[in-house]
T-cell receptor, first 111, second 116 residues
Framework: DAKTTQPPSMDCAEGRAANLPCNHSTISGNEYVYWYRQIHSQGPQYIIHGLKNNETNEMASLIITEDRKSSTLILPHATLRDTAVYYCIVRVTSGTYKYIFGTGTRLKVLA | DTEVTQTPKHLVMGMTNKKSLKCEQHMGHRAMYWYKQKAKKPPELMFVYSYEKLSINESVPSRFSPECPNSSLLNLHLHALQPEDSALYLC???????????????FGSGTQLSVL
């Protein structure tokens, strides 16, 4: 199974862009990259996902390198409510779908 | 309705007790998942049901017994647990409609389990 590695923690000033990196060097061609966040031991919340192309939605942008070995989640204007643990996840297809969580990055947005 | 509902939200049980966790979704999703999350750790996959059949068991001890009575319901039966089984248990669902770009997980808010 592909595995992901993330920095354990990051700080970001409120209003600035938060760039969260993820390495997934063993990812296979048909495995998607997902990002979720978790606040205060609630259920993880979906942010964005992609396969090869960069993606953008109302919450964030996802930049995937051409070799697909790493990706970056971008929160364009971080707010205090974006303080959370962010997980980079690879979806493995082996008959059914396994979503394998990375170790997560604890993002703290500073006022 | 885009919710996954888990009950109870909190559960305290002794090592000799039998209890069950319940998960329900009404989004027509055909895959349902149990994850276990210890404090300050990422969620770890336990079981996956696809079209009401158990498709993945990540070598989970037999004191955890999953059940999928129908496509909307997922249970986790607990028996003779150990204190180290105390954790947040998360349920999730996904469409499982042939894969592709539209697949993603929807999580419940979890059951915080304490084993005494």
């Amino acid at each position: 199974d592909a595995k992901t590695t993330q920095p354990p923690s990051m700080d970001c000033a409120e209003g600035r862009a938060a760039n969260l990196p993820c390495n997934h060097s063993t990812i296979s061609g048909n495995e998607y990259v997902y990002w979720y966040r978790q606040i205060h031991s609630q259920g993880p919340q979906y942010i964005i996902h992609g396969l090869k192309n960069n993606e953008t939605n109302e919450m964030a942008s996802l930049i995937i390198t051409e070799d697909r070995k790493s990706s970056t989640l971008i929160l364009p204007h971080a707010t205090l409510r974006d303080t959370a643990v962010y997980y980079c996840i690879v979806r493995v297809t082996s008959g059914t779908y396994k979503y394998i969580f990375g170790t997560g990055t604890r993002l703290k947005v500073l006022a | 309705d885009t919710e996954v509902t888990q009950t109870p939200k909190h559960l305290v049980m002794g090592m000799t007790n039998k209890k069950s966790l319940k998960c329900e979704q009404h989004m027509g999703h055909r895959a349902m998942y149990w994850y276990k999350q210890k404090a300050k750790k990422p969620p770890e996959l336990m079981f996956v049901y696809s079209y009401e059949k158990l498709s993945i068991n990540e070598s989970v001890p037999s004191r955890f017994s999953p059940e999928c009575p129908n496509s909307s319901l997922l249970n986790l039966h607990l028996h003779a647990l150990q204190p180290e089984d105390s954790a947040l248990y998360l349920c999730a669902s996904s469409p499982d409609h042939g894969g592709g770009f539209n697949e993603k997980l929807f999580f419940g808010s979890g059951t915080q389990l304490s084993v005494l």
